[in-house]
């Protein structure tokens, strides 16, 4: 069965700081990874696709990283701002089909 | 240009009763898909379109029916609501292309008594 599990499932962290948010997936067949946003009451806004040969890519203060032989994927926040509270999910595709994980609970304190 | 519309945005149903959540999207995407969130959980697929007059189920279809006969909209009908289906309803749709994101509505919170 294909599944994506996230951790930590929720992270307080002082705004500037930085932080990282996991993510192990058993997922076949690997199309692509994909990060997330999810603001309270919003739907999921995407912040950045890995495919299999991609190891790192930035989108601003988030840096995504891809291991596609450990099947883990990483999102690094860099100096974190209060707009960045939020749930993170992490979706992976095999093929047409999605697999959600159960996202990341982000809150930024001043 | 709207992006993905949902209608309405909270709702309270009693058990038992029926009602349709709205979806319409104005981008010509091919791809849609009706998904629900719980608490805790990631979001699972509920049933999803590959284009006008194609549908099929997806992760958790019992209780729901669909149907696309436009490009645009995609409705989802509950057919007797039940507490279980107590969740956060999201449309998205995306291009062709897997590798094209999906483009998430704003959600329906529903709540079933």
């Known amino acids: 069965k294909n599944q994506v599990e996230q951790s930590p499932q929720s992270l307080i962290i002082l705004e500037g700081k930085n932080c990282t948010?996991?993510?192990?997936?058993?997922?076949?067949?690997?199309s692509n990874l994909r990060w997330y946003k999810q603001d309270t009451g919003r739907?999921?806004?995407?912040?950045t696709i890995m495919t299999f040969s991609e190891n790192t890519k930035s989108n601003g203060r988030y840096?995504?990283?891809?291991?596609?032989?450990?099947?883990?994927?990483?999102?690094?926040?860099?100096?974190?701002?209060?707009?960045?509270?939020?749930?993170?999910?992490?979706?992976v595709n095999a093929g047409?089909?999605?697999?959600?994980?159960?996202?990341t609970r982000l809150m930024v304190k001043p | 240009?709207?992006?993905?519309?949902?209608?309405?945005?909270?709702?309270?149903?009693?058990?038992?009763?029926?009602m349709t959540l709205q979806c319409?999207?104005?981008?010509n995407h091919e791809y849609m898909s009706w998904y629900r969130q719980d608490?805790?959980?990631?979001?699972?697929?509920?049933?999803?379109?590959?284009?006008?007059?194609?549908?099929?189920?997806?992760?958790?279809?019992?209780?729901?029916?669909?149907?696309?006969?436009?490009?645009?909209?995609?409705?989802?009908?509950l057919l007797s609501a039940a507490p279980s289906q107590t969740s956060v309803y999201f449309c998205?749709?995306?291009?062709?292309?897997?590798?094209?994101?999906y483009t998430f509505g704003s959600g329906t919170r529903l709540t079933v008594v």
């Open chain 1, 43 to 47: 739907g999921p806004v995407s912040l």
């Open chain 2, 39 to 77: 608490p805790g959980m990631g979001l699972r697929l509920i049933h999803y379109s590959v284009g006008a007059g194609i549908t099929d189920q997806g992760e958790v279809p019992n209780g729901y029916n669909v149907s696309r006969s436009t490009t645009e909209d995609f409705p989802l009908r």
């Open chain 1, 63 to 91: 840096t995504a990283t891809l291991d596609a032989d450990t099947k883990q994927s990483s999102l690094h926040i860099t100096a974190s701002q209060l707009s960045d509270s939020a749930s993170y999910i992490c979706v």
């Open chain 2, 1 to 18: 240009n709207a992006g993905v519309t949902q209608t309405p945005k909270f709702q309270v149903l009693k058990t038992g009763q029926s």
């Open chain 1, 21 to 30: 948010l996991q993510c192990n997936y058993t997922v076949s067949p690997f």
């Open chain 1, 96 to 103: 047409n089909m999605l697999t959600f994980g159960g996202g």
């Open chain 2, 92 to 101: 998205a749709s995306r291009a062709g292309w897997p590798e094209y994101g």
């Open chain 2, 24 to 27: 319409a999207q104005d981008m």
